[in-house]
């Protein structure tokens, strides 16, 4: 998945000032209402808080991944229908430095940001599909999950192309 070009957009308004573009892409839109309604100061959404029900129009563009180290990697407990037929595979139950393809040290880069800094984070980029390898342009948004209501420990991702 080779970056040809992308637009990054980190944080939301979550207490600390900072704010996403209104210009989220419109698909995403279902799971960022869910996941701000699940927020509350200071504590985020937990994992077993979230109900599909609330963006099933957008479900097969989700991922969840697990949170390992603290950041270090990231394990795919769900991968969407819509994701594999983009990319052509599927990495549930493999941990990203696992499946390490072109690219991916951006994409650990990204997903330990979110993890560290307990904020949101939309991005759009042009990238290569596995599938086809044809150029696509995708919009992705990674919001942080909690068990404790403190720490990182999961990632809701959804991603969409765009294009």
């Known amino acids: 998945m080779g970056e040809l070009s992308e637009s990054v957009s980190p944080a939301i308004g979550t207490g600390t000032g900072s ?10 839109r279902p799971v960022l209402r869910h996941w701000l309604a699940l927020y ?11 109900d599909a029900t609330a963006f099933a129009s957008c479900l ?6 697990k949170v390992i180290d603290h ?9 969407g229908e819509n994701l594999r037929n983009i990319f052509a595979v599927t990495y549930l139950g ?5 499946v390490a393809f072109d690219g991916f040290e951006k994409l650990i880069a990204e997903y330990a940001h979110v993890a560290i800094t307990a904020e949101p984070f939309y991005v759009e980029r042009r990238q290569i599909s596995e599938r086809d390898f044809m ?8 919001l942080p999950l909690s068990d404790d209501g403190c720490s990182v420990s999961d990632l809701l991702v959804s991603l969409t192309r765009i294009d």
């Open 60 to 65: 097969s563009d989700v991922m969840l991944l």
């Open 19 to 28: 704010v996403l573009p209104r210009a989220i892409h419109q698909k995403l």
């Open 71 to 79: 950041g270090a990697d990231f394990r795919y407990d769900l991968y």
């Open 94 to 98: 493999k941990t990203l430095r696992h």
């Open 40 to 50: 509350e100061i200071g504590h985020m959404p937990r994992r077993a808080d979230l």
């Open 135 to 142: 150029s696509v342009t995708v919009a992705k948004l990674i």
